[in-house]
């Protein structure tokens, strides 16, 4: 079975302070009081009708938490009954302030004026009502800033509660602004990641299967040309795999990946040549002074140009030859590839996840890209990338 500790702390807490409140209420001595002219007269002794009122004001204490402000009313009725009939002098018990300052800590701003405008109501009626008379209007007044201090200290800690309380908000919505922010960059890794991986794949593939169609067809008739056709498909083979372990490296969390510098520009020379050997006849034209180039748009030139020639190896049909053009401008990098294929000059033939990534590419840096057959036949892939201050 549960057991509220609340309510448990507040039941304990009530019991204590009506034990203590009715031990100074059985040492209660009118003489002295008198002697040291606190008290008029009117006094009565303590019997057992004001015990029960002693107690009675401090049950209210068990509810404290949960109806501060009943409690606090339920418990001045007892409290103003001993005082209007003649057992203390109106000054407030523990038990009133306890509650008044329940009252501030645990409720609104309004409520709780409510709670302190009570308390001193109770007092005065008390004090006026009952037959005891105190020497000097000091006393009421120590009483009254006794109890605004009281309620400003309850109001004290409920404002400081609420600032914590605050504290911790604003901690939590950080924390998950901050784990919103990671689940939006693993994403954001994990599509580069399969972008980088589907041009690798494809592209070397495509080689592959080329190669490996070239192989097929002369494997008869000149099987040292099927021989070259097989070594070039073993290294495309290799080169993918190194690429791809790259890669994926990142991803392994039992080991350190070995990572190698991205491609770019400079790998142009090598893509052209393996393209070559595919089976596809390419130049390589490079126009301006070239320039170091930020890294992303470096590896974004080349996986566009690279998918360009690997989509005429695909589509463009015997014979066909492919022209990769680079122009280097002081303020853009102009990358091209064309074709002059005949087959599968249609945009629809054309298109696929390749082309798309591409276009993803060329938009994360700004660049502007098109896609389409040429006028007088063939294909053309082309993207333009804006460069700051000559970079």
């Known amino acids: ?148 201090a009281v309620w400003g200290a309850g109001r004290s800690l409920r404002l400081r509660r609420a600032y914590l309380e605050e504290l911790r908000d604003r901690a939590n919505r950080l924390e998950r602004a901050h784990a919103a922010d990671t689940r939006a960059a693993r994403a954001e890794e994990r599509s580069r990641i399969a972008r980088e991986l589907h041009d690798v794949v494809a592209h070397h593939v495509s080689v592959m299967i080329v190669q490996a169609s070239a192989a097929r067809r002369v494997l008869a008739s000149d099987p040292e040309l099927a021989g070259e056709a097989l070594s070039a498909i073993e290294h495309t083979g290799r080169m993918a795999m190194t690429e791809m372990r790259n890669i994926v490296g990142v991803l392994r969390t039992d080991a350190r990946a070995e990572l190698g510098p991205q491609p770019g520009l400079q790998d142009l020379p090598a893509l052209v040549e393996q393209m070559r050997e595919a089976g596809l006849p390419t130049r390589l034209l490079v126009e301006g002074e070239s320039r170091p180039l930020p890294a992303g748009v470096d590896l974004a030139a080349y996986r566009l140009i690279q998918e360009g020639l690997t989509n005429s190896l695909r589509h463009a049909g015997v014979g066909a030859e492919a022209v990769v053009t680079v122009r280097h401008k002081p303020r853009e990098l102009d990358v091209r590839v064309e074709d002059d294929g005949a087959g599968g000059s249609g945009l629809s033939k054309r298109s696929g996840h390749g082309l798309v990534g591409i276009r993803e590419r060329v938009a994360l840096y700004g660049g502007i890209l098109s896609i389409g057959p040429l006028a007088g036949g063939g294909f053309e892939v082309r993207a333009r990338f804006p460069l700051k201050d000559g970079q």
Do not use: N, Q
């Open 1 to 148: 079975m549960r057991i509220d500790r609340t309510r448990l702390h507040d039941t304990v807490l009530a019991g204590v302070v009506a034990a203590a409140t009715v031990v100074l209420f059985m040492l209660y001595d009118a003489e002295r009081l008198e002697i040291d002219g606190l008290i008029v007269e009117g006094t009565r002794a303590p019997d057992a009708f004001g015990t029960a009122l002693v107690v009675l004001a401090c049950v209210p204490l068990a509810v404290r938490r949960r109806w501060p402000l009943a409690a606090l009313c339920a418990g001045l009725v007892p409290e103003t009954l001993l005082t209007a009939f003649g057992y203390g002098g109106g000054v407030p018990g523990l038990a009133g302030l306890v509650l008044l300052f329940s009252v501030a800590s645990h409720r609104g701003l309004a409520v709780a004026l409510c709670g302190l405008l009570v308390s001193l109501t109770a007092y005065a009626f008390g004090a006026v009502a009952g037959p005891i008379r105190v020497t000097s209007w000091s006393d009421h007044v120590v009483v009254a800033v006794v109890l605004v």
